[in-house]
């Protein structure tokens, strides 16, 4: 979930089709946008370190190699959603995420061919 919150959070709604290929150490996640844009997620297995590197236009972007993590910047959006009722993230595009993981896994059984999202 993490990683895709991750792309998503990069990228934002919109993806199509997902493609999910299955090594001995990783999983990679290959995906299309409906306006062209590519990402793509891999997930280390049994665990990897958390980071990001993203690649926008002619410039790449990465995460520092361990990444301090803080529940602060959390709560900045936890209160208010418990204040008001508004989550932080639109519900299509939460759902559109757990349609994202659908669709890997419905890929991950189909010998990685691309699915689209339901």
């Known amino acids: 979930m993490h990683p895709i919150e991750a792309l998503y ?5 919109g993806c ?3 493609t999910r290929r299955v090594g001995a150490n990783a999983d990679e996640i290959t995906c ?7 990402g793509t997620v ?3 297995r049994p665990y990897g370190d958390y980071g990001a590197v993203v690649f926008l236009e002619k410039t790449i ?5 361990a990444p301090k993590f803080s529940y602060l910047s959390l709560l900045k959006e936890v209160i208010p959603f418990f204040q008001t009722g508004k989550p932080p993230v639109p519900n299509e595009v939460t759902l559109e995420m757990f349609a994202f993981m659908d669709a890997a896994q419905r890929s991950k059984a189909a010998g990685g061919a691309p699915m689209k999202l339901k």
């Open 9 to 13: 959070t990069i990228l934002g709604p």
């Open 16 to 18: 199509e089709e997902v």
């Open 42 to 44: 891999r997930a280390l």
């Open 32 to 38: 299309r946008w409906k306006d062209g844009r590519m």
């Open 61 to 65: 972007k990465q995460s520092p190699p």
